[in-house]
Every structure is written in structure tokens, then in C-alpha cells.
């Protein structure tokens, strides 16, 4: 201050007294401390300091982390104090693998996931078909005929009685099969006549009849006659994602199909404020060019809306026998899976990943099967050579069938495995029988991965199963089949610990989208995305994670509400996020 050396007046000097009471100090005058959070169990992610018990926020980062007073030390007169009594804190899950939109329509579409019998899964259809408009189109839908008793592939006949007055063509879980009604095989002309298509299945009776299930690249043959969905339809669904992913926990999503008129609804919502968790959209890897074109690389975007991914597919899963393996399946010996539409042209994918690569893009490819894994693991090799070293970051999707030779691979070619744990205790209940023992000693072979030094991304490929973190922390750790079959975990060697699976699923998925440097971890600096849990996992009993609730999300800085979070109420209006 350029007058501070000159005398001053005695009333001057009372005044400069009375302001510099008023006046934070210095340091802190640019930066108010908006929240402090004491009396937790904060899982930080730094490995000099693991733990610790409070945190101070300031704006939507985090400004320190440490003991209850150290915090409260920084306490300005309007800062709320929260305590978290005790309670566990992490850093804001960060999925790295979700069907994000897709997930929106079915969760407001027909809820036949739950379906116990062919029965079951009939009525439901009926029941929701009722309550639309006749003509109007039903997707989604995420059936399982391996819950159901028999576990019967559905047919057309099954549900035509039900549905005349609506086309439908509802998908499996996995993506891989859809189900279509005559209505809709009509709509799409498909009948005896239609020819299979390149990496797809039209699925026939004995007398070459279209029953209904369409596979892997066969279903386009339906979904390019449903009528394109408008922008508001698509930001309704994205609405009710992010309320989902928020309830669970989830601050940050990868999302592995986010089409140019999903992205265009998440710009629209970034300008609106409308996000209320981070996303990094991939577009699909054939169209790489048109992100290379106007010179997109890795990595770009902001804290909000992020790009630069290119995702692929190897192969279809094992749930519709498509995943591509070296050796025929056990209950299907006629096959052993099938390549993608992508890979039936094993050049013209290399060639879609190389220009991908050149471009400076990031490269995710999906693979189930060892033959798909390893073909892929072949393609990241051959572009270190081609290329050189470069911090690529490439990405096997799933990774979920690997030859014992093919584990190194991963931590040699810096390739990140993005797995996702729900499905280990999922398909566990009745992959062996598709593959037999030895497949399935490496079969989501977390543990393996992690010892060969391997980086974790955890996801939920939502909604092919929940978006729910806490049960793929669950699910890593106890591998304890849904049936309830593998008390002490299914394939118990590949389990691994909670904080495994915790960095996974925060520090290892921000890695995975090149954004480690500002989110992943509770430390100063980084974004003030936090999830505060009902129970300790860290301690509770392994089996007792499952019921573990989210007791708190915070996004960027702000509580979000979900039902258990009445406490929270008595925040000041700023702080809390409206959905
Ligand atoms: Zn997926």
C-alpha cells in the first residue's frame, strides 16, 4: 500500500482499526472458505496421508484437508461448519464406463430386468404398453432370461398377443440381443427373406422364420426405423441419469456412447448449468475423423464436458454367446463367438485405431472374449511400435476373458484395464458352464491385473448392470455370486481389498479420462466432488458393504440431496443443488 508510511489522523486510524476487525486476513481475503466438513473418516487417496478427518471447501475445490482444528482454524464468521459425525467420506465416484442416455430412457421406459419368468416379463410388457399411445414405440426394457425359470431366449410369440398396437423392441441387458414384436419386424421389413447381416444374428425358427431376437449388428436393422429422438426427449433422460448417478454416489461418469445428439444435450445443459455430474463423452471409433478433422486430441474440454475418447467394440458378450474366445463355448460348441462388425475387417479396424491414434485421440475398445482381448492387446502393441511412446492412455473395455499369458500384456503396453466389477458377481452365477473352470481362473481377474501393475478403472457399463459403486466395491472384494452360490467369493484368488477397489473407482477412472489432476483424490486443489457413506467400509464386516447407503453426494462443491438426506436441509440454500 502505497500511503502506509504516512502519519494518520486519529479519527483515520479508529477507522482503519474498525476495518481491519471487519477485514478477513490476506491470505484468505481472495479465498472464502464456503464449507467445512469435520469429525469424518476421509479417505484422502494421497498416500502421505491416507486419512484424515476434516476438509475445507472453498468454491467448488477442495482448499485443505486435515484435523478437525486445523480446519476449523480457517473457519471465516459465515462459514458453515458441517459434522459428518464420524462417517466415512471419499472422493466422488467417477464411473468409467456408462450407457448414459440409453440408462435415462430405461429408466423411464418398461422395467423388465426383474422379470423372474417368461410370465413375468410378458405382463410387465403388457402392463406398460397399456399406458402409451398406440403406435408409440417401446424400447428398453434391459430383460435377463437367465433370471428366468426356464431360461428361455424370448420370442415374438410370446409377447405379439399383448402388443398389437405398438412396435417393440426391447433389449437384453447386455445390448447384445433385442427383442422386436411382429409389429416391429414389419415396420423394419424383415422377414424369411432378410439376409443376416456382417457381425449380426437374425435369429430363425425351423422353418427360417424370424423369431424375434436380433444380435449384436442385426438389431440396426430395427433401430434405424425408430423414429429419431428430439433434444428434449433426450435431456429428459439424461435428467433422470444424473439423479440416479447422484443418489449412488456417483460425481463423475465416462460415457462410452455419447452421440453427436447427446453431446449437443450436454452442451445445452453445461450452458444451462443443468450437470450435475462431470462427463466425458467418447464417440463411437469409426468416426474418429470427425474429431480429428477439427483437430480434437485427448483430453479436451473443461471440468464440466470433457472429450476426445474413441470407443470400439472387438466383439458381442458372453450372455448372447458372442464374445469372441479361442476355444468354442461349452454350452454352444458350434461357436466361439463372433468379431464385431468392426473386426470382421481386422485391417480396416487397425487402420481406424492407427488414424485414431495419430490424431492424438484416446483409444477404448470393448472386449469380452481371450481372442477379442488379445487381438486388441496385438493392435496397442503394433502402434508403440508404429507410433512410439507416448502417454496414450489406451483402454480395453471389460477386459473380461484373458489368456494367463495375456495379464502382463496390460502393465507392459500401459494399457488400462476399464472393468467393471458388478458383473463378476452377475455373469458368475453361470459363466462356468459357458466356459468352463480354467477360462474362468482368469476371468475378471482383478487381483492378477493389480499384482502385474496394472491400472484399475472401475465402471458399471450402466445399465447393463447398476450404477452403483458400492456394490462393484462389494462385488471386487467378495466376488460372492447374486445367487448367493460362492459364499467365500467365486473364483476367491482374483478378489482384492476395499481401498483396491475404492482407488479404482475414483483415482484409477480419473487417470483413465486424463483428469487425475483434478479430481480422484481428497486434496487441496482438486474439485469438491465427495460422497459421504452410512458405514465404514473400510472396516465393517465385507458382506455388510452391500447395505452400505449414500448418505451425502456433493458436486463441485454443493450438497445434492437424496432421500436419506434430510440433515442436510439446515445448509444454507447456496450450498445445496437442486436436481
Ligand atoms: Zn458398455
Known sequence: MSGSNMPLSPLRSIMMSVLLLLAVPPTQAQTSVTLILTNGKIWTGNPQRKEAEAVAISGNRILAVGSTSEMLNLKQPETPVFDLEGRRVLPGFDDAHVHFYSGGVNLTGPQLRHSKSEAEFRDTLAEFARHQPSGQWITGGTWDHENWTPARVPTRELIDPVTKDWPVFVDRLDGHMSLANSVALKL??????????????????????????????????????????????????????????????????????????????????????????????????????????????????????????????????????????FQPYLDAPNTHGIPSAELVDPQQMWSNIEGADAAGLQIAIHAIGDMANNTILGFYGRLQVKHGERDRRVRIEHAQHLLPSDIPRFAQLHVIASVQPYHCIDDGRWAEKRIGPERAKTTYAFRSLLDAGTTLA?????????????????????RRTLDGKHPDGWVPEQKITVEEAVRAYTTGSAYASFEEKIKGTIEPGKLADLVVLSDDIFSIDPVKIADTKVYLTMFDGKVILGPQHGPYKKLPSGLLLRP
Open 458 to 478: 472401475f465402471g458399471s457399463d450402466w445399465d447393463v448392470a447398476p450404477m452403483s459403486p458400492i456394490m462393484g466395491i462389494y462385488a471386487a472384494v467378495t
Open 188 to 325: 423394419a421389413g424383415i422377414d424369411k427373406n432378410t439376409k443376416d447381416v456382417p457381425g449380426g444374428v437374425i435369429v430363425r425358427d425351423a422353418n427360417g422364420n424370424p423369431t424375434g431376437i436380433l444380435k449384436d449388428a442385426a438389431q440396426e436393422l430395427v433401430e434405424r426405423v425408430i423414429p429419431a429422438p428430439t433434444q428434449d426427449d433426450i435431456k429428459k433422460a439424461i435428467h433422470a441419469a444424473q439423479n440416479y448417478a447422484n443418489a449412488q454416489g456417483v460425481t463423475s461418469v465416462q460415457d462410452m456412447s455419447a452421440a453427436p445428439d447427446i453431446f449437443r444435450a450436454y452442451q445445452s445443459m453445461l450452458h444451462n448449468g443443468e450437470l450435475r455430474v462431470r462427463i466425458s463423452g467418447h464417440q463411437p471409433l469409426p468416426n474418429w475423423r470427425r474429431l480429428a478433422d477439427v483437430g480434437v486430441r485427448a483430453d479436451f474440454g473443461n471440468e464440466y464436458l470433457h472429450i476426445g475418447g474413441v470407443k470400439g467394440f472387438a466383439d458381442g458378450s458372453l450372455g448372447s454367446t458372442t464374445a469372441l474366445f
